[in-house]
Every structure is written in C-alpha cells, then in structure tokens.
C-alpha cells in the first residue's frame, strides 16, 4: 500500500501524459474505475474515457465526452456500443460523426432511416451515394435517387431513372451540368426528350454540345430562342469537324448564325459572325442598324474596302456631322479613300445648304460649292456634265449674293439692282434663299426711313408666300406697316396635318430600313 501510494505521488509529480495514461490503466486493472476515469481525464485519452464510462453502461455521459472532444475513434467506439444497444439513431449518429459513413449507411438501409440516408449518402464516397440512390430507387424514390446517381457519377443510370419516371425537374438540372466530355448517344437522348416536350431552349443547349449544330441553330431560327455569344462559337465547331469539314461549309454555318443573330437585333454579335465569315460588307450593315457610332468608324478604318468606306460615310451623313468636327472629318476621309467622288461632291452640296439654311453663311456656302464643283470634276458619271452645269449656276448665284451683301456699305444702289437682277433668275431659288434677298433690301430702306420700298418689298414677299419671321424681326416689320398706316402682317399659321406627315414619313423610312438583305 506504501508503495503504490509513492508510486501515486511521484506520477502526480510529474504531471506526464504517458505516466497519467499508464497509471490510469493500472488503477483500472485494480477495479478503481473513478480513479482511473481521472487519471485518463488528465491524459486526454478519450477513447479510454469512452471505454470506461461504456462498460459501466453511462452511454449518455460518454456521449457528452464524445461531443465536447469530437475524437473520431471514441465516437466509433461509442456508435458500436449504441449499435449493441438497439439505440440505431444514436448509433447512425456517431457513425457519422466517426467518418464510418459505411457503417452509418448500413444502418439507415436496414432501419428504413429515410431523412438520415439523404443526408448521410450526400457526405459519404461516391461508392455509398451509388448504394444509397439504388436503395431509394428500390423504394419508389426515384427524385432523391435521381440526385445521388448523378452526384456519385453515375450518370446513365441517373437520365436512365429520369426518362423511365418522366422527371423533368431533375432532368433539367442534370442537362446543365453536361458538357461535350458526356457520351453524345445521352447527350442526344435528353435533347431529344426536351424536343418532344417543346422545351427548345434545353434542347438547343444540348444539340450544341453534342454537336449537332445544324439542328441547334435551325430551332434558333423556328423558335427564335435567343443566340448567346457563348452558344454561337459552340455552334460553329472548327474547321474540320462535323458540319465545318471545309472553309465553304464554315462560311455557310458562320453566315446562317450571323443572319440569325441579325433577326433577333443582336446587331454586334452578327457583324463578328459574318467577319469571321469573310462577308465584312453584311458585317458592316449590322453595324450600321446597331448605330454605334464609335464602332461603326473603327470597323471601316480595319476593313480598308471601298463599299464599306461608303456605308460608313454615308451613315455618319445622317448624324449632327455639322457640329461635330471629328464625325465631318471621317465623312470626308472615307468618301475619299474609296474614292467616292460622286458622293464627295453631293456632300460638299449638303454641306452648302446647311450653311444657307441654318446659319445665311453663304462665304461657307460658296467654300463648300466651290468643293462640290472640284470632286465632280473628278467623277465618272452619267450627265456629269449637266450636273456641273447646275453646280456653276449655284456658285455664280451665291457669289453674286455675297457680292450684293458687300455693296451694302459701299454702293447701296447697286446691291439693290443686284438683289433684283438675283430675283428676276428662274432658278434662284435652288441655289440662294429668296427670303434672304428680300431681307437684305428690306433692312436697307428701313436703316434710311425709306418705309414705302420697304414696305412694297415685304408685300412682294408675302405675294410669293415666304414666312416672314425667319427673315425678318418681327418689330421692324411692325415699324414699317404702321408708319404706312397699315394692319401689321401676320405669316400664316403652318398647315394641319403637317407634324403627322412628317411622323408617317419618318415610319415609312423605318420599315424600308428593316428590308432584310440576305434573302
């Protein structure tokens, strides 16, 4: 007794983990469990613990050692002793927490642990996820077993279960996690199942990644199911594989998803597919329908070919070009480079007319004629020579106004008889605005009092149907109508129906817009 009380103080000394362990198994060989329970406590030997506190049945009491330290093996040790005991929840329970999945599966199976086995099959291998779905499937639960063949990688059987039970759900989820690597002969049975169920979206999903995508791509254009960028380089495999076995055959298919992506306003991802298949003409007119300007530009400087230098120009004449300096000059840049001088020449005319219409400019005016006249000599085309012969009237009528509008200062007479010789030409009007002239005289006598020309002059303009206000202020002419004793005169209200006109113009311009150039 003195000894092994020596033996006690000299261990409780050295407070050694081993020591602790080898005199908690001695105390426990004497029959001193509580002893022992403590020397092991002090070792941190939980499987010991558990041990212990099993053979004298506090299963609960090991349970609670089990949960605070979480020790795989005394959580196995303690699952087998549940497992002896018929407590199966108990010993499902510990199993799992052990990692001893096999064993936790055994159970649930032979208990009928439905909630258990879900979760348990979902943590285990692969091989008992397997195991599991097949007991499911034995028990009419095909949905979760549905879920635990595909999880543990068995695929076939899985789509198999699918079909044989019509589960759409669960077919629908394992369609999204197929890929090209999936046996094609699957990936066409569950195509083929979404086709007969009308659900064209999943069925065009899979013809593209098992490549078949001729027959992807005509269920696009049947049931307008919208072409991703992903799904249209899916559907143009690369050279050499089925349906692109030539360069021809390629250019075909890029073209047929092109022009699809076109019908569905996806303007940007038609012009890539139709550059890659060589067409940069059909290219640049989807562009021009997306009406991105900035890429518009871009695509015509890299595609250096005069009719998509055109198309461009022509586009950006149709933007605020007056007013935007950078968009004038591409205008300019690209008629030039394809050599456009037809179309050069009509713009410099735009440009005159803008000049006159919106800002009487007409030195500009006669700047930009004078350009129009030097790229039509440059032109080849039919009645060119008429059409110069319209230009250098155009020019002379400008000029002789500009002159006129000089006189004003220095000899006032002779601007007068300008003015009239200007209004006497029959075809003034397609060079100058009239109204302009009219002004020009109207404002002069009235700077000298001279109220009865100027009012006989605004008379005349009335006679001719011209709108006063965009001419002349509103206030002069009420000076000279009332110095002549007369009601002032008032420019006629605009005709009805006028702003609808415009609108069924604009309309009938949108529809011709939508003319489809493939067919």
């Known amino acids: 007794g003195a000894q092994t009380a020596k033996l006690q103080s000299y261990v409780d000394g050295a407070d050694d983990g081993e020591l602790n362990r080898w005199w908690a198994q001695f105390c426990e060989s004497n029959g001193q469990f509580d002893k022992a329970l403590q020397y092991y406590e002090r070792a941190k030997d939980q499987l010991a613990i558990v041990r212990v506190l099993c053979f004298h049945e506090k299963l609960d009491r090991a349970a609670e050692v089990v949960n ?116 094609p002969a699957m990936l066409q049975k569950c195509a083929e199942f979404f086709l007969d169920h009308g659900q064209y979206e999943k069925t065009v999903h899979l013809f593209t990644i098992a490549g078949e995508c001729t027959r992807a791509l005509d269920l696009c254009i049947m049931h307008n199911i919208a072409i991703s960028e992903e799904m249209a380089e899916r559907m143009c495999p690369p050279l050499g594989s089925r349906g692109a076995e030539n360069e021809e055959t390629r250019a075909a298919l890029l073209a047929k998803i092109a022009k699809c992506c076109k019908r569905q306003g996806n303007y940007h991802l038609a012009c890539k597919k139709y550059t890659q298949a060589g067409d940069k003409v059909k290219a640049m007119k989807c562009l021009l329908k997306s009406g991105d300007t900035e890429k518009i530009i871009f695509f015509a400087g890299v595609s250096r070919t005069r009719d998509i230098y055109v198309l461009a120009a022509n586009y ?109 030409q029959h075809d003034v009007e397609s060079a100058i605005r009239v109204g302009d002239v009219y002004a020009l005289m109207v404002e002069w006598y009235y700077s000298q009092q001279q109220m009865e020309q100027a009012y006989s002059l605004v008379e005349k303009m009335r006679a001719r149907s011209i709108i006063l206000s965009p001419y002349l202020d509103h206030e002069m002419v009420s000076a000279i109508y009332q110095r002549m004793g007369m009601p002032v005169a008032q420019d006629p209200p605009p005709p009805q129906g006028q702003q609808e006109e415009e609108a069924v113009e604009e309309e009938v311009i949108d529809e011709g817009d939508d003319v489809d150039d493939d067919e």
Not at 170 to 179: F, N
Not at 343 to 351: E, G, I
Not at 392 to 411: C, L, P
């Open 68 to 183: 605070e330290s979480g020790d795989m093996a005394a959580s196995y040790h303690l699952a087998r002793q549940f497992e002896g005991k018929e407590r199966i929840k108990d010993a499902v329970f510990f199993y799992q927490r052990a990692q001893r999945f096999n064993h936790a599966v055994r159970l649930a199976k032979q208990h009928d642990m439905v909630n258990e086995l879900t979760m348990l099959a979902l943590q285990a291998p692969p091989r008992l996820m397997v195991e599991a779905a097949e007991y499911f499937e034995g028990r009419g639960m095909p949905a979760k077993a549905v879920s635990l063949y595909q999880k543990g990688g068995n695929m076939a059987r899985a789509l198999d279960l699918c079909f044989r039970c019509r589960l759409f759900d669960s077919l629908r989820e394992i369609s999204d996690s197929l890929s090209s690597e999936t046996d």
């Open 316 to 424: 950006l004449q149709n933007l605020d070009w007056h007013s935007d300096a950078e968009i004038m000059k591409n205008i300019v840049g690209f008629y030039t480079k394809a050599k456009a001088f037809e179309q050069l020449s009509s713009f410099y005319d735009a440009c005159a007319q803008v000049e006159i219409d919106e800002y009487r400019d007409y030195e500009k005016a006669n700047g930009a004629l004078r350009e129009a006249l030097a790229y039509l000599t440059k032109a080849r085309v039919q009645g060119k020579e008429q059409k110069m012969g319209v230009l250098n009237q155009k020019i002379s009528h400008v000029e002789a106004f500009v002159g006129a509008r000089k006189m004003v200062k220095t000899d006032p007479q002779q601007m007068v008889r300008l003015c009239h010789d200007l209004l006497e």
